[in-house]
């Protein structure tokens, strides 16, 4: 069965550094890979979707990338800042299409 | 534009007791997905309705069950609660299928006790 792998529980990085999280997952190729942000208490936000045929989606200081050979997913923070501390979700679409698999997510904790 | 609305917010049960949550989506969006949120397990899909009709069904007892009205507004029911329920139960709409980006209502807090 397929599987969605996030590198780490927590990531401590200091403000104004690039944060890279990591999104593995195995098994099959997803048509698109999303990522969302979750604060304590709340519902994920909608961040990147990226479809297959993209290698790289940005948002402002979001930039997503879609490794279909490695099968990887890379998300980053530019200049990150304590705001940006929050869970970090990668979620796909299982291999029978029927149902949205979520990582379990990475903590990013930026300090000033 | 309002978001994703859910009710209620919070809410005790006892085991063996039924629960209904309600879900109101974005005005225009006719999909809505369930979800279940535990430290344990993380976010689980539970179902994913399209106008009225439950498009897909995760990998969970009959005891969860959902519907969709014609207005698009969603309710979950759970049947004879369990402890292993006790959760955040999110709700989250979409123009058309998971497969755009969704919006997350804020949840609702089960526990059961």
């Known amino acids: 069965s397929q599987k969605i792998e996030q590198n780490s529980e927590a990531l401590n990085i200091q403000e104004g550094k690039t944060a890279t999280l990591t999104c593995n997952y195995t098994?099959?190729?997803?048509?698109?890979l999303q990522w969302y942000r979750q604060d304590p208490g709340r519902g994920p936000v909608f961040l990147l979707l990226i479809r297959e045929n993209e290698k790289e989606k940005r948002k402002e200081r979001l930039k997503v990338t879609f490794d279909t050979t490695l099968k990887q997913s890379l998300f980053h923070i530019t200049a990150s800042q304590p705001a940006d501390s929050a869970t970090y979700l990668c979620a796909l679409d299982n291999q029978a299409g029927t149902a949205l698999i979520f990582g379990k997510g990475t903590t990013l904790s930026v300090s000033s | 534009k309002a978001g994703v609305t859910q009710t209620p917010r919070y809410l005790i049960k006892t085991r063996g007791q039924q629960v209904t949550l309600s879900c109101s989506p974005i005005?225009?969006?006719?999909?809505v997905s369930w979800y279940q949120q535990t430290p344990g397990q993380g976010l689980q899909f539970l179902f994913e309705y399209f106008s009225e009709t439950q498009r897909n069904k995760g990998n969970f007892p009959g005891r969860f069950s959902g519907r969709q009205f014609s207005n698009s507004r969603s309710e979950m029911n759970v049947s004879t609660l369990e402890l292993g329920d006790s959760a955040l139960y999110l709700c989250?709409?979409?123009?058309?299928?998971?497969?755009?980006?969704?919006?997350f209502g804020p949840g609702t807090r089960l526990t059961v006790t």
């Open positions: 098994n099959y190729s997803p048509a698109y």
């Open positions: 989250a709409s979409s123009l058309t299928d998971r497969s755009n980006e969704q919006y």
């Open positions: 005005s225009g969006h006719r999909s």
